[in-house]
């Protein structure tokens, strides 16, 4: 994460990836669901998730599981077994484009389990916005 102070009143935070920010954004709610005895899975079509991340955070490192280079209908077919099977407290899954039938079919599949699902879209890294 980098921060750079352009004014006293303004910070701009740039995350290595969208999943440092759900780790900084969503922290309190990982450790809430950290408490449980299940995995916690992360999904992504590539390398994005640091143990160091993990470490700040104040997971148990030995119950994160990062899955990466999924492409996106394994990602889907993933995610709906993970969910089916209840083994995780909380899946975290980085998928920019959902059809109609791959929403339907994640609900449907969360409707049933107990495991929170986030969702996370991995945009470009937009540029620092600095005002004078």
Known sequence: MLI???????MAINFESPFQQV???QRLLLK???KAKKWQLWLSDRPMLKRSWVNIAGLDKQ????????????LISTIE???????????????????EQDKLRIEQAVSISDTCLLLVHDEPTQQTVQYH
């Open 63 to 74: 119950k994160v599981v990062h899955l990466s280079n999924l492409k996106n209908e394994n």
């Open 81 to 99: 077994k993970a969910l089916k099977s209840k083994t995780c407290s909380y899946i975290v899954a980085c998928i920019n484009d959902l059809n």
């Open 4 to 10: 750079e102070h352009s004014s006293s009143q303004l």
């Open 23 to 25: 780790l900084q954004q």
């Open 32 to 34: 809430s669901l950290n």
